[in-house]
């Protein structure tokens, strides 16, 4: 049975910093797209990062670049979401997911994504 396990979100004051985790479970860790969404209430869900299993195809939404970076420990199974300069329009909860593919270029494709964890809350107060 595939599992994602996120973990580290937490509650943090504007310019703070949160590392997520997601173990990966029941999955093969090869030709796979791990991403990390987030949605607010009352928005819709939005892709923040991904990459492919090679770490190759790295994408991240405009409003994180510079402050946000995924990367991932194959060994272990397991994608990172290192987020520093948090703001208070980060806060949303924050979900990791993965689907298998040989084309790494779908890594970003939200709707191919078919494997998902339960969520983890990030909230930054102003």
């Known amino acids: 049975q595939v599992a994602l396990v996120e973990s580290g979100g937490g509650s943090v004051p504007a310019g703070g910093s949160l590392r997520l985790s997601c173990v990966v479970v029941?999955?093969?860790?090869?030709?796979?797209?791990m991403g990390w969404f987030r949605q607010a209430p009352g928005k819709e869900r939005e892709g923040v990062a991904s990459l492919y299993s090679d770490s190759a195809h790295i994408h991240y939404v405009d409003s994180v670049k510079g402050r946000f970076t995924i990367s991932q420990d194959n060994a272990k199974h397991t994608v990172f979401l290192q987020m520093n300069n948090l703001k208070a329009e980060d806060t949303a909860m924050y979900y990791c997911?993965?689907?298998?593919?040989?084309?790494?270029?779908?890594?970003?494709?939200?709707?191919?994504?078919?494997?998902w964890g339960q969520g983890t809350q990030v909230t930054v107060s102003s």
């Open positions: 029941g999955l093969t860790y090869s030709q796979i797209c």
């Open positions: 997911a993965a689907f298998r593919t040989t084309d790494g270029g779908w890594c970003a494709s939200l709707s191919r994504y078919n494997y």
